[in-house]
């Protein structure tokens, strides 16, 4: 597998030297002329060694290396300078990534020994963590370094409600990450060591969905032979994350409300309470305040759960740190196919960077894993991303005929709307997330108005 090299140095002519001499031995490698470019270059391609000059223009080498590696924790640093200082200059990087320097000019066979000792120390450390990486295989927000005002503000949130013990409201769009938000704030919990758990409301009936929770006894229907723990009972100790709650039924909620307040549960079909310690974490894309209004959603149960409420922002409104995410999402990807990860050329990250994202997160993984199967020798180009064909913003006409009420045009609008999605869509799953509601819900909505 192809290591990445990067090469930090404002001698142009001796980066591309250096360059060339490395992809005659199969390593790919990235240039950066200046620390603001470097920043930028080890943030989107973590790379495995990065080969530094310690006297940039625009920076301190050593203050810039202790700050790359705060970006890219696992990358080795080869110091690589013209400068007879640099054994007092290694010294004071007091930098344990720091692991060789070299002095210009350097001979190619020395270069390359210190580039392979740079690699087989990562594939040690990389080794020694494997199995922790294994057991959270998602990327989390530990893993990147967010730019964009919206998710600061959401790390910053979820760090205070991470130390305490009480409901979580998650709000916000379709795919936008909350479960994986739910997912870090666990993590950095005092319940961290326990298990974490996710049962989807929208995806299964409402016996399934109480199943599920609570579990349920032998015999308790037709065709059940054996005990079944629920999730409640197997995250004791650790947490559960309800996603689209929003969905669950009236009656399962009034049972969900009895168990928050007491921690105690029944199975389906049995007779002794349960009790144990389980933080319950809620997350959906809808408007709760209207449900509970509209009478689809117990105000009693929305005032449990909306203890602490973290709103996760659409990916449209974080532009900048699709290329950070996207980083994340290729290595996590790439490591449980057992590949190097891949690196986004800036052409692609633009192309990235400009899209859309109706589908957020989720459609972002998806378009990157599809990039994945087109790109050549490890770089993701513009023409691997499959973008060209974004969807245009579209109209409909609103009429005001005479004796026809509010309700009526209502229904007329939402039917154009609705039946235009679908037209532009290649899925009913794709247009619930154009008009940013459920699948469930479109369906609801389509039968509503008549719509096949």
Sequence with gaps: MNKVISIIDDD?????????????????????????????????????????????PDADGGELAAELTRIASSTKFIIITGHGSISSAVKNLNNKNVVNYLTKPCD?????????????????????????????????????VFRSAPMRRVISIANRVAI?????????????????????????????????????????????VES?????????????????????????????????????????QA???????????????????????????????????????EGRFRQDL??????LSVNVPPLRERAEDIPALAASLLHHMSASENIDAPVLEKDAEALLKAYSWPGNIRELRNVLARAMMYMENGFIKKSDLDLGNQKENFNVNVTFPCGQGLQDIIQDVSRQIISEA????????????????????????MKTLGLS
Excluded at 108 to 121: F, Q, S
Excluded at 124 to 134: G, L, P, Q, V, Y
Aim: with cysteine; net charge positive; proline share 2%.
């Design 12 to 56: 142009r002519q001796f980066a591309r030297a250096v360059s060339r001499n490395l992809h005659r031995e199969n390593y790919r490698t990235t240039m950066a002329y200046s620390a603001e470019d470097a920043r930028e270059m080890i943030e989107r391609v973590q790379p495995d060694v990065v080969l530094m000059d310690l006297n940039l």
């Design 108 to 144: 190619t066979k020395d270069l390359l020994k210190a580039i392979h000792h740079a690699c087989e120390l990562g594939k040690s450390a990389e080794t020694h963590t494997d199995s922790k990486k294994r057991a959270h295989s998602a990327p989390r927000p530990s893993d990147i």
């Design 164 to 208: 305490r013990d009480t409901p979580v409201l998650l709000r916000g769009e379709s795919g936008a990450g909350k479960d994986w938000i739910a997912s870090w704030i666990h993590y950095n919990s005092p319940r961290k060591d326990k298990d974490f758990f996710t049962i989807n409301c929208a995806a299964l009936t409402k016996e399934l």
């Design 212 to 252: 599920e929770l609570f579990g349920h006894e032998s015999g308790s229907f037709t065709g059940n032979k054996g005990l079944k723990r629920g999730m409640l009972e197997l995250a004791n100790g650790g947490t559960v994350l309800l996603n689209e709650i929003g969905e669950m039924d009236l009656t399962l």
């Design 255 to 293: 049972k969900l409300l009895t168990f928050l307040d007491t921690l105690s549960f029944i199975r389906v079909g049995g007779e002794r309470s349960i009790k144990i310690d389980v933080r319950i974490f809620a997350a959906t894309n809808q408007d709760l305040e209207k449900m509970v209004k």
């Design 302 to 307: 929305y005032y449990r759960l909306n203890v």
């Design 422 to 445: 679908i037209r532009v869509s290649n899925t009913k799953q794709e247009a619930a997330v154009m008009l940013g509601i459920t699948r469930h819900a479109l369906t609801y909505q």
